[in-house]
């Protein structure tokens, strides 16, 4: 059976699964969960996946993969998106656990504040935007001399950065002054697969 | 040259380093970085891990590594803290991205909280105790039927899941509900490196 993608298109988080499945061609079915509405939190999803977020991976009618990263990295084992040598392979897991821990948990709760919910005034917004930057920061210092996050090709590192980078200004984020993620973010949607996240 | 831990002792993401270490048999230094005196923030550290955050694995003079479970990746591939079969590894890696993601960011932050800032009042405290409640739920639930996270052995899963989850209560949060998890505590706590994690 081809894989299903539980996800919402409109999360970075499921989008980096749509474009590395793309970037791969590997064939797919995605099934549309708002978890807006709760679809998430139902018997059904809970069985699939306890912690009850997108995406989850089905991979057989009753063998489900949860958490974005470690889906990209099921994907691209043994693909070109994934390094063969021991210490890159560790690196790209060192931006994806950067991604969700010091990346995700403030450029995609600021946009999911601002896009989402529509509160432009919500007081956490001040300390997400600063942490944003941080991130941003930390991004542009190491791109400032290499075209991809680790090695000289494209990897599930990027994929994984680019999903929420490239929405920055959902965030009410500033792009300027990080010339080399702008720049970065150029490369990357110019490789096969790679798309723009729709709006909600 | 052997590998150099930078590492704060009474933190849950370094220990797991140290337990990773101890578990393999793999010579190493320790140095001590005491993250609450701005040691992480000085251009030395900064040089090792832009984001300013320990663990930091030195795996030679240049070559620097950060993320505590990209670190534990680094050190198991290839031992039997890593599965072969590629639905396991990455089902080792939902864990940890579990891990990093919803457990640490409660569990980890209510007890920096509780025992490091002494804060019992603080307003963040009933959301963090909440969310690390359910993370305990997800754990609990999972591990009912089994011994370890993922296959029948000890997995990095495993010990990046005990280094927080064996100093609840050092979070405020009580651990009988959760009788699948305090018998799994006690497995890995009697695994061979396996150590409890020194009180600030």
Request: hydrophobic share 40%; net charge negative.
């Amino acid at each position: 059976m081809n894989y299903v993608v539980y996800g919402m298109a409109t999360s970075g988080n499921c989008h980096k699964i749509k474009m590395a499945l793309e970037n791969l061609r590997v064939p797919y079915q995605w099934r549309e969960i708002n978890t807006l509405e709760g679809e998430t939190r139902s018997a059904t999803f809970l069985a699939m996946n306890p912690n009850g977020k997108v995406p989850v991976l089905a991979i057989d009618d009753t063998t489900f993969l949860p958490e974005s990263n470690a889906i990209l990295w099921f994907l691209g084992e043994e693909t070109p998106l994934v390094p063969r040598d021991r210490l890159e392979r560790a690196q790209v897991l060192r931006w994806m656990f950067f991604e969700q821990y010091s990346h995700e948990t403030a450029v995609a709760v600021a946009r999911y504040i601002r896009v989402f919910l529509k509160e432009h005034d919500n007081p956490r917004l001040p300390d997400l935007e600063k942490r944003g930057y941080a991130a941003l920061g930390v991004m542009d210092r190491h791109l400032e001399a290499r075209h991809y996050f680790v090695g000289e090709t494209l990897s599930i590192a990027d994929l994984a950065l680019f999903a929420y980078t490239h929405k920055a200004d959902d965030a009410g984020l500033d792009l300027a002054p990080y010339p080399a993620v702008t720049t970065w973010l150029d490369r990357v949607a110019a490789a096969p697969g790679v798309s723009t996240m729709p709006s909600p």
